[in-house]
């Protein structure tokens, strides 16, 4: 009984996490002037999508000149009463990985990616 319970776990949570990745692909809008191939584009949700649970609301390269090359990903709503998450990735190796993660307010979210 624990094995069905456990595999009807597992199935329901692989079916969010494919619809929360499938909503984030034709969601996210891409801000200040972000240029990412399709593939690129695609991997960074992905990324982003399992490591938070909140909506992605956009990407945005960073400017500064130690970032160049690094995007900032926003995701949360813009509701003050639920998380949010801010993160810094970056390709290397062929791969994009995170390189910092925030957890600002919505607000403050938001802004730094429409600030880029």
């Known amino acids: 009984m624990r094995h069905a319970l456990f595999a009807v776990t597992v199935v329901v949570l692989s079916a ?59 995701a949360g709503t813009l509701r003050e009463d639920t998380p949010c998450d801010y993160f810094t990735v970056e390709v290397a190796g062929g791969k994009w990985r995170i390189v910092r993660h925030l957890h600002p307010s919505p607000a403050v979210a938001m802004g730094l990616v429409l600030a880029r």
């Open 16 to 74: 969010c996490a494919t619809d929360r990745y499938r909503w984030n692909l034709a969601h996210t809008q891409l801000y200040g002037g972000a240029q990412l191939s399709h593939t690129d584009f695609e991997q960074i949700v992905a990324l982003v999508t399992s490591k938070s649970t909140q909506p992605i609301i956009g990407i945005a390269p960073e400017h500064a000149p130690q970032d160049r090359g690094r995007f900032a990903v926003a």
